[in-house]
């Protein structure tokens, strides 16, 4: 039978790869949904011999929902709020962020093979998917005009942590370690709400001296 | 004698599946849409008209169709349907393949740019831009199956004992597969959001241009082999999602058909949802395929040894 | 119950939100004078952490309390009269603001656990963000927005460290309670490998929030649109609360016999940010961000301190110490001739001598102090540090160290000179007033008394603090 966990992994590349690609913002909100649910899933699949105790399973339920439903619904009334259907004149242009992104699986495949050492064995794929996840958030955040394209940056970043602490921790002692990543969604929260409240809809622009860009040296 | 029957009924059973597509539209528009069959009815009233031929035109331009439908032709020979071994096969064959179905888009082309209509000449060069940048994708899952399997055969990858699917245990990756081959077939087969077959302005068409001078039997020809090269993609999908081979007989038709429907569905539904790209963002939608299929490539060297 | 020293003021500051704005003034002197008093008895150890396995009072983390502490009172004297004159929009979510920011540093210093320790300084970020958007401008609005989404990726990388800390325990099968002090213990079984990437992670993560080149970008836009209080709190307070987080790791790292690694990564940031503050401060034409960019510079010196070692890092926490006080007193005059003249353009500000005589005098020590020159502590602690490299052999850093002090000096030099004695463009519109004053002096007299006499108990914190990881106060 498929293999879930991979398959959940494998997903969640293809979302990460997709939203490097997509120009309409409405269409990387929907991705960022599915990558959160998929994000927030894996923790489930990877452990599955496991017991779960039912204070984790909550947890686990609580962080598809806000992973899944809240921040990408806080993101879609952003974008409604802000009415940009599209982000224009990127830094970094599409073709070259789909580029980048081949680079950066590459290299996380090569740092994964080369840290295979001190790592559990079965962890590889997720912890390439982390990597490359949390690369490419990096990498949209400095590639975007748009402070919603840069807040769903921090958050894939964000997404991306998590995954490499559900990889890494096995969960003896530190169970209250990785579920603390879910304080991240707080800022990622305020960040959409700062958007949704003061209508901010370019950071870090040199063009536009109206918006936001007049703190320089 | 499962190959012979297998072949029959895919050849006759092509000009069905496009009716679906037509129908999940009309669907989703809320009409009742087309019978079913209608794909067959257009195709009889072709075959029942004449040929007229511009005076301006070369024997090239009445090679076009014939060799077009010819080549989606031989490429369902050697295909595993429904995972029954397939009338020919040779080591190698899938390269041979995809080159013959290039064949078929050259004289198509030929044909087009033969009778020295600008719009179709405009049609040719999109058509063989984004096919162009397509083959990157193909050959890049190739290079995947050949990880996978190592070997070069439609008839190893899909009939056998350990033919390669979403069920297997590297399955996972096939995913990502899946997804830009449908990217692939989008583009190939000329549908939203690369091409709009319903479009009636020339400027905005890539496929239906070209052959806007070829009338009657020709015609028909050439839709008859657009629908066997979209067959030929839809059944490399179903092929994808679950081991056919592993069925037998009946059970294995039944699968295969679904998954068919299921894929033509899916077209339908992308049709439906979805407004073609501007022509500029074409080659990004091929990119974003091959770079799925470039992912997998990784995984496979450096995960799935 | 020590932990009433960060529970006091989150109480007090959401109590404010209840309160009119004239009430949650007097509210935040309260709050400020009682902290203080908390503060010294945990100094004198009559308070003992509640929940042992997530608080503690390190020394290091008392001597960063008091510190912190004592600026808040000033601030909060000074603030009492500031933002009645400017226009902070709802004061009593600025009052509020102020003293959760308090409440979380507060839980910094004395958080011993490092989520803990990651989380209050993640609640540092999101309580003092409504202080830089305080002027509700569009420049407000910019610069609150880098300062959240800069230190949001710096706080992911820093939790990212975290991840990598407690794997290196369970490579090493350490089974003990993940605090600072616990790891110390068992330092040398940790995975060298995963504590290195840990280490790098954190640096980098409270790095931004501390303000090292080259995560610094939020920093100077950050300082010069804040109110001047709160730009005196995130300037004295809130960079020396990250540089603990960093510290606790080095002592870590020390601990587990990577010392050299984890010094020449602090020597190098720290050189960086020496440079890069240097060089932006020279031809800098708005002179609160002429005071961030020296903030930058000044924490680029503390990690340079600690990162060589030995009678350097004496030096460094000498250095923390000297610093917050003349920088929050340099803030705190920079409001005042802020509010005088209503631009924050050196060009347009001249003759400060004979316009606010008063605010010269703050204003004109504070100069003296903050670029090294006796009487002011940051004197004492530079040369320490100097002499702490030359002790080491590291001749090169030594140099590229006194390079940039030098043109730190040149560039805050023009910029003090003209507008203290210059021409001016503007009037003044808004004269001098006592409760303004007295908080910069208050400061500065701290720094000066703390040059001539050292109280014992500081001396020992220091020494305690350091000397567990080969620091010492006798070169």
Known sequence: ?217 | METYLSLAIAILAAPLFPGIILKVKAFFAGKKGPPLLIKYYILAKLLRKGSVYSTSTSFVFQLGPIVSFATALIVLLFFPLAGANPLLSFHGDVIVLFYLLGIGRFFTVVAALDTASPFEGMGAAREVFFSCIAEITVFAVLVVFYRLTGSLSFAEYFSGDNSISLMSDKGALLLLVIVSMFMVLLTENSRVPVDDPATHLELTMIHEVMILDHSGPDLALIELGAFYKLFFYSSFIANLIYPLSSLSGFSSWALFLGLLVLVYAAIGLTESIMARFKMNLVPQFILTSFALVFFASILTMGVFQ | MIELVFLLPLVAGLAALALPSGMSRILLLCTALLHLQLTVMSWMGKLTPAFPQFFSASPEGLLILLVTSFIFVCISIYAFSYIEETEVENKPVFNCCMMLFLGTMSMVTLSDHPIVLWIAIEATTLVSAPLIFSHRSTEALEATWKYILICSVGIALALLGCFFITLAMELGNIDAPLTFNSLNTVAAQLDPVWLKAGFIFVVIGFGTKMGLAPMHTWLPDAHSQAPSPASALLSGALLNCAFLGIYKMDVLMNVAGLGEFSGNVLVGFGLLSMIVGAIFIIGQPDYKRMLAYSSIKNMGVIAFGVGIGGFAMYGAFLHLIHHSLIKSSLFLSAGNILLGFGTKKVQRIGGIINSLPKTFVSFFAGFVGISGLPPFGLFISEVIIIIGAFQSKRYISASLFLFGLTLVFAGAGRVFMSMSFGESVEKVQVGEKMLRLIAPYALLLASLTLCVWMPDAIYTAINQAIATIGGTIHG
């Open chain 1, 1 to 217: 039978m498929i293999n879930l966990t991979e398959a959940t992994l494998v997903v969640i590349l293809l979302s990460v790869l997709l939203s490097l690609g997509s120009t309409r913002l409405m269409a990387l909100v929907q991705i960022m949904a599915l990558q959160g649910v998929m994000v927030s899933l894996t923790p489930l699949l990877l452990k599955h011999n496991e017991a779960f105790s039912s204070g984790a399973i909550i947890f686990y339920q609580v962080m598809i929902l806000i992973k899944g439903i809240l921040i990408p619904g806080l993101l879609y009334l952003a974008v409604k709020r802000v009415a940009i259907k599209r982000e224009i004149e990127p830094f970094v242009g599409y073709h070259a962020s789909i580029l980048v992104g081949l680079g950066l699986i590459l290299v996380s495949v090569f740092i994964t093979n080369n840290l295979r050492l001190s790592l559990a064995s079965g962890n590889d794929i997720v912890l390439i998917t982390a990597i490359t996840t949390m690369a490419s958030g990096l990498f949209l955040m400095m590639a975007r005009r748009k402070a919603i394209t840069q807040v769903i940056g921090y958050l894939m970043l964000e997404n991306g942590i998590y995954l490499i602490g559900t990889a890494l921790t096995n969960h003896t002692h530190t169970i209250y370690v990785v579920e603390f990543g879910v304080l991240l969604d707080v800022l990622v929260g305020v960040m959409i709400m700062g958007i949704i409240l003061h209508n901010i809809s370019r950071a870090f622009d040199d063009v536009d001296t109206t918006l936001l860009g007049r703190l320089k040296d």
